[in-house]
């Protein structure tokens, strides 16, 4: 039939049986076409409204390699939906109230900070101080618990000194983001939610439920019917001197998100998986949604996990520092033809694909260990072994001197039937990936690409060949394909390596 025939199908009855056969010619040129044309893979526009919460890490300190994961998914996830239909934007929550922020505040006022450092890592040690002063110093402490409860109160002053602060910090945890290729599009500060009057809304709206309580003046909604036991039982929303908390001002920040998006999802760590179980529930009080969570687990280096509190702490700018050294000593091994110059940016961008690919391939909800001979493999399922396959294919597009895409032969080579129909699974897989949202889905597509065109590649001859245009147009295809998958994981796809 007519509908087969577009599928590049054809059927035969034969011993009472339907056959349905795959016409490789026709799948092949219906295919590159389809490649050509730009569009491949990506969905029609959805009309959804999503919000990507992601990172919102403290701006107490440098980014250290324990939460990589999250702004890797989260910018990944943005990509992968956004490539899908929707329409996405990016958000991260500025934490400039409570302890530690008028921590940093106390420190950046009362310590000097390092000298010559990239200014996050410079502040991070008055932040330290001031923690330190604020266990042992009677005065500090006073000083630092007066100027998170004038923040509370909404005092203009000293809401001013604290997020001033903590935009200090953001401007060097910034530059680290945007050396691992992410960008937030939007910073929501806590503080506006006091200052705005959401939170006070809040709290007459979460003060009226039947769930309600009251502890010493502190407010509380009793979730006990909700399963909630123990110390968590009380979701208290209120302090007893009636000012509102850290929590208070997540609820007000979520009915603020609804407001803007159709759906809200949250890129969390595996130990938040209770908060935004009780965010929910107070939410849903509100006659309000609960957003969606992506939930991940850590990431741990062979000497043991990184912990925010406790442990050894490695930094992400030491990791990026240390992937692209390692990248650089590689490149001078295989491309010592290479300028320096040009070996060191190449090295850039391969030690930040290296980490981010690395991250992205194993499933969120599963903890792992972080190799670096894993990660820099340019034989593996890693960054470099796809970035190169993208190189190898714009190099055999350079060196030829004919027009890609001319009609397939009568009978295509295993290899070239094997990389067609790895092709042919890139809508798909975008659509899983995205409805089911598994990003470790993208770089396992895009290693079985890489691998089916290695194969074709050493198989089947290209320039010179009979075959010369039609496979000239598998390989741009080829090249057009893996440069969306990488686009999508955040790894630049390199012309040459």
């Given at each position: 039939s007519t509908?087969?025939?577009?599928?590049?199908?054809?059927?035969s009855?034969?011993?009472?049986?339907c056959n349905?056969?795959?016409?490789w010619?026709?799948?092949?040129?219906?295919?590159?076409?389809?490649?050509?044309?730009?569009?491949?893979?990506?969905?029609?526009p959805?009309?959804?409204r999503v919000?990507?919460?992601?990172?919102s890490?403290?701006a107490?300190?440098?980014?250290?390699?324990?939460?990589a994961?999250?702004?890797?998914?989260?910018?990944?996830?943005?990509?992968?939906?956004?490539?899908?239909?929707d329409?996405?934007?990016?958000?991260?929550?500025?934490?400039?109230?409570?302890?530690?922020a008028?921590?940093l505040?106390?420190?950046l006022?009362?310590?000097?900070?390092?000298d010559?450092?990239k200014?996050?890592?410079?502040?991070?040690?008055?932040?330290?101080?001031?923690?330190?002063?604020?266990?042992n110093?009677p005065?500090a402490k006073?000083?630092?618990?007066e100027?998170?409860?004038?923040?509370?109160?909404?005092?203009k002053?000293?809401?001013?000194?604290?997020?001033?602060?903590?935009?200090?910090?953001l401007?060097?945890?910034?530059?680290?983001l945007?050396?691992?290729?992410v960008?937030?599009e939007?910073?929501?500060?806590?503080?506006?939610?006091?200052?705005?009057?959401?939170v006070?809304?809040?709290?007459?709206a979460?003060?009226?439920?039947?769930?309600?309580?009251d502890?010493?003046?502190a407010?509380?909604l009793?979730l006990?019917?909700h399963?909630?036991?123990?110390?968590?039982?009380?979701?208290?929303?209120t302090?007893?001197s009636g000012?509102?908390?850290?929590?208070?001002?997540d609820?007000?920040?979520?009915?603020?998100?609804?407001?803007?998006?159709?759906?809200a999802?949250?890129v969390?760590?595996?130990?938040?998986?209770?908060?935004?179980?009780l965010?929910g529930i107070?939410?849903g009080?509100l006659?309000?949604?609960?957003?969606?969570?992506?939930?991940y687990?850590?990431?741990?280096?062979?000497?043991?996990?990184m912990?925010?509190r406790?442990?050894?702490?490695v930094?992400?700018?030491d990791m990026?520092?240390?992937?692209?050294?390692r990248?650089?000593?590689e490149?001078?091994q295989r491309r010592?033809?290479?300028s320096?110059?040009?070996?060191?940016?190449l090295?850039?961008?391969?030690?930040?694909?290296a980490?981010?690919?690395?991250?992205?391939r194993?499933?969120a909800?599963?903890?792992?260990t972080?190799?670096?001979?894993?990660a820099?493999?340019?034989?593996?399922?890693s960054?470099?072994?796809a970035?190169y396959?993208?190189?190898?294919?714009?190099?055999?597009?350079?060196?030829?001197?004919?027009?890609?895409?001319?009609?397939?032969?009568?009978?295509l080579?295993?290899?070239e039937?094997?990389?067609?129909?790895?092709?042919?699974r890139?809508?798909s897989?975008?659509?899983?990936?995205?409805?089911e949202?598994?990003?470790?889905?993208?770089p396992a597509f895009?290693?079985?690409?890489?691998?089916a065109?290695?194969?074709?590649?050493?198989?089947?001859?290209?320039?010179?060949?009979?075959?010369?245009?039609?496979?000239?147009?598998?390989?741009?295809?080829?090249?057009q394909?893996?440069?969306?998958?990488l686009?999508?994981?955040?790894?630049?796809?390199?012309e040459?390596?």
């Amino acid at each position: 039939s007519t509908v087969l025939a577009d599928h590049g199908l054809s059927a035969s009855a034969e011993g009472g049986y339907c056959n349905i056969t795959l016409d490789w010619r026709s799948l092949a040129s219906g295919l590159l076409a389809q490649i050509a044309s730009g569009d491949f893979g990506r969905g029609a526009p959805s009309g959804k409204r999503v919000l990507i919460e992601h990172t919102s890490a403290n701006a107490t300190g440098p980014f250290h390699m324990g939460r990589a994961r999250n702004p890797i998914i989260g910018d990944t996830l943005a990509r992968l939906l956004h490539y899908a239909g929707d329409e996405v934007a990016t958000e991260y929550y500025v934490n400039d109230m409570g302890r530690q922020a008028a921590t940093l505040a106390y420190g950046l006022s009362h310590f000097p900070s390092g000298d010559n450092e990239k200014v996050d890592h410079a502040l991070v040690k008055c932040y330290q101080q001031a923690s330190t002063a604020l266990e042992n110093d009677p005065t500090a402490k006073k000083a630092i618990y007066e100027l998170m409860e004038a923040c509370e109160q909404g005092d203009k002053k000293a809401i001013k000194e604290v997020a001033g602060a903590a935009e200090k910090m953001l401007v060097g945890m910034r530059i680290s983001l945007s050396r691992m290729g992410v960008e937030a599009e939007a910073f929501f500060n806590e503080s506006k939610l006091v200052t705005g009057g959401m939170v006070d809304e809040v709290v007459t709206a979460l003060a009226k439920s039947p769930l309600c309580g009251d502890e010493e003046g502190a407010k509380y909604l009793d979730l006990t019917d909700h399963g909630i036991a123990g110390r968590n039982q009380k979701f208290f929303f209120t302090r007893k001197s009636g000012l509102s908390l850290y929590t208070t001002r997540d609820v007000a920040y979520h009915l603020d998100k609804f407001d803007r998006c159709d759906v809200a999802i949250n890129v969390l760590g595996e130990d938040h998986k209770l908060q935004s179980r009780l965010l929910g529930i107070a939410l849903g009080e509100l006659g309000a949604p609960a957003p969606d969570a992506q939930f991940y687990a850590f990431v741990s280096l062979p000497g043991g996990k990184m912990s925010t509190r406790a442990g050894r702490v490695v930094y992400l700018d030491d990791m990026l520092d240390e992937a692209q050294q390692r990248a650089l000593a590689e490149l001078e091994q295989r491309r010592d033809d290479m300028s320096a110059k040009k070996r060191k940016e190449l090295a850039a961008i391969i030690g930040t694909g290296a980490l981010r690919y690395n991250i992205l391939r194993v499933q969120a909800e599963k903890g792992f260990t972080f190799r670096w001979e894993e990660a820099l493999s340019f034989e593996g399922d890693s960054a470099p072994f796809a970035m190169y396959s993208h190189a190898r294919c714009c190099a055999i597009l350079r060196r030829s001197d004919g027009d890609a895409g001319g009609d397939p032969p009568d009978e295509l080579h295993t290899t070239e039937e094997k990389l067609l129909r790895q092709l042919a699974r890139w809508p798909s897989t975008v659509e899983r990936a995205a409805n089911e949202r598994k990003m470790h889905l993208l770089p396992a597509f895009a290693h079985s690409l890489a691998a089916a065109f290695n194969g074709f590649y050493r198989d089947c001859m290209v320039i010179g060949a009979p075959e010369q245009e039609f496979r000239l147009g598998l390989v741009d295809g080829t090249r057009q394909v893996l440069a969306d998958v990488l686009g999508m994981l955040g790894v630049v796809a390199p012309e040459e390596m």
